[in-house]
């Protein structure tokens, strides 16, 4: 049943223009192969931005050029 991913515990009918949040479930899902392609893409592409930044990095060096921060890093 396409609606058990969703915790559905009473479904009342409504006429159309009542009911405009319907639209989204109304809609068939893509299929899973299109699904796990973009999933696989959107991971890779946050490794490889992980991959070409030393964030941590950047973070601690604007944190003590930070006046304010500078104070609470010496305490």
């Known amino acids: 049943m396409k609606l058990s991913a969703y915790q559905i515990e009473e479904i009342k009918y409504r ?3 009542l009911n405009a949040n319907a639209d989204s479930l109304s809609r ?6 299109i699904v796990n392609q973009h999933e696989v893409s959107t991971i890779e592409t946050a490794v490889n ?5 030393n964030i941590l ?11 304010k921060l500078k104070q609470i890093i010496k305490f």
């Open 28 to 33: 068939n899902p893509l299929p899973d192969d």
């Open 57 to 67: 990095k950047d973070i601690k060096e604007e944190q003590q050029a930070d006046p």
């Open 15 to 17: 006429p159309g223009k």
């Open 49 to 53: 931005l992980w991959q070409n930044t």
